[in-house]
């Protein structure tokens, strides 16, 4: 381990190693629990977190007399910052939980295929309006892979997906963090992503219910008219309040026995 992390003190690569190190950390926390949320601010924060550790660990590493109890020590200081940091990103509750069971904190996000979310969804390709947005598309963006073939202007956005120069169409980003400006989407779709996620903040003790409810209604307004955001589950709370405004229209059908899913239309 010295003799790696010497190398990189050397080579000027410190920035460039925790940021890559944070970006692995946040992936590893989201996989853990998908409703995790992390800004481009708090990525930063945990590579300069990573970089004050890497610096302490080097020079203990350095020190031949340093013995084994203040090496331990050092990495249950860091078990402590590390705690610190997502209790400050994603607040206390998230701990309180881990603590009863950690099980309880194991919320993984799966990964559906096209064909089941055009099923569960309603969508008819034919009639999509484009562009199209897949709004927590997946690391493999299933459904944007799918509507790209058969020749629909879709695109994807998703924390955990890879942007690369061959699929130019993805972005690796948070909703929370995007900005989405009025009448620019014909149709968003959304499959047990960003309602679950608002539901989830709807229902926690410390959750961000308004900022939820305000990223919704830019959403609809980033619909053209004619355009329909699709997603699943269903959110009453709020589409109680969109099926009251004029220039919306509300629809509502079941999917299992217990769960619905929402097409909203922006009237025209």
Same mark, same amino acid.
């Given at each position: $381990?010295?003799?790696?992390?010497?190398?990189?003190?050397?080579?000027?690569?410190?920035?460039?190693?925790?940021?890559?190190?944070?970006?692995?950390?946040?992936?590893?926390?989201?996989?853990?629990?998908?409703?995790?949320?992390?800004?481009?601010k708090?990525?930063?924060q945990?590579?300069?977190?990573?970089?004050?550790?890497?610096?302490?660990?080097?020079?203990?590493?350095?020190?031949?007399?340093?013995?084994?109890?203040?090496?331990? *020590?050092?990495?249950?200081?860091?078990?402590?910052?590390?705690?610190?940091?997502?209790?400050?990103?994603?607040?206390? =509750?998230?701990?309180? /939980?881990?603590?009863?069971?950690?099980?309880?904190?194991?919320?993984?996000?799966? =990964?559906?295929?096209?064909?089941?979310?055009?099923?569960?969804?309603?969508?008819?390709?034919?009639?999509?309006?484009?562009?199209?947005?897949?709004?927590?598309?997946?690391? *493999?963006?299933?459904?944007?892979?799918?509507?790209?073939? /058969?020749?629909?202007?879709?695109?994807?956005?998703?924390?955990?997906? =890879?942007?690369?120069?061959?699929?130019?169409?993805?972005?690796?980003?948070?909703?929370?963090?995007?900005? @989405?400006?009025?009448?620019?989407?014909?149709?968003?779709?959304?499959?047990?992503?960003?309602?679950?996620?608002?539901?989830?903040?709807?229902?926690?003790?410390?959750?961000?219910?308004?900022?939820y409810?305000?990223?919704?209604?830019?959403?609809?307004r980033?619909?053209?008219?004619?355009?329909?955001?699709f997603?699943?589950?269903?959110?009453?709370?709020?589409?109680?309040?969109?099926? *009251?405004?004029?220039?919306? @229209?509300?629809?509502?059908?079941?999917?299992?026995?217990?769960?619905? $899913?929402?097409?909203?239309?922006?009237?025209?």
């Amino acid at each position: $381990m010295a003799k790696a992390l010497e190398r990189i003190f050397a080579d000027g690569l410190l920035n460039h190693f925790t940021i890559k190190l944070a970006e692995q950390g946040i992936r590893q926390f989201i996989q853990v629990n998908q409703f995790m949320q992390f800004t481009s601010k708090d990525k930063l924060q945990l590579a300069e977190l990573y970089k004050d550790q890497f610096m302490r660990i080097w020079s203990l590493l350095k020190d031949e007399e340093a013995e084994e109890g203040v090496v331990q *020590q050092f990495f249950q200081k860091h078990y402590q910052h590390l705690r610190t940091f997502l209790i400050q990103t994603n607040g206390e =509750e998230l701990f309180k /939980k881990y603590a009863m069971d950690p099980h309880l904190f194991w919320v993984p996000c799966e =990964e559906y295929s096209a064909d089941l979310q055009v099923s569960w969804l309603g969508l008819d390709v034919v009639d999509l309006h484009p562009p199209v947005l897949d709004l927590g598309c997946g690391p *493999q963006a299933n459904l944007v892979q799918f509507l790209r073939g /058969k020749k629909i202007e879709a695109y994807g956005m998703d924390r955990q997906v =890879e942007e690369s120069e061959d699929r130019p169409f993805l972005r690796r980003m948070g909703w929370m963090e995007s900005s @989405f400006e009025e009448e620019q989407w014909g149709t968003i779709i959304s499959h047990l992503a960003f309602s679950n996620h608002f539901t989830h903040h709807h229902l926690k003790a410390d959750g961000e219910p308004e900022a939820y409810a305000q990223k919704y209604m830019e959403l609809l307004r980033a619909l053209k008219p004619g355009g329909s955001f699709f997603y699943a589950p269903s959110v009453p709370f709020i589409e109680s309040f969109v099926d *009251q405004l004029p220039e919306y @229209f509300v629809c509502r059908t079941w999917i299992t026995p217990t769960q619905q $899913m929402t097409r909203i239309t922006r009237l025209d």
